[in-house]
């Protein structure tokens, strides 16, 4: 089995744009930071709530036809890695 992993540079950007720091965005997912760093870090997954509050206007102000550049963007691999 394998396992897709995810760019979220753009989301990052989008967090430093808006938020200016990763901790506020934690904050305002309800998350700790360490969470977040796992999902960043593709050893866990945006849940469809933490998505939604993240695209709300206080918080990233994300259109929902950009969801996806956002959250679903496949991080190119050179070498696929198995999961068992």
Not at 38 to 65: R, Y
Request: charged content about 40%; proline content about 1%; some cysteine.
């Amino acid at each position: 089995m394998f396992k897709l992993f995810f760019d979220f540079d753009k989301l990052r950007g989008r967090i430093k744009e808006k938020l200016k720091y990763e901790a506020v965005f934690a904050e305002k997912l309800d998350i700790s930071q360490a969470s977040l760093s796992s999902k960043f870090n593709n050893k866990s997954d945006f849940t469809s709530t933490e998505i939604a509050k993240a695209c709300e206007k206080d918080v990233l102000d994300i259109p929902e036809n950009e969801i996806g550049k956002y959250f679903f963007k496949k991080k190119l691999e050179l070498n696929s890695r198995k999961v068992k």
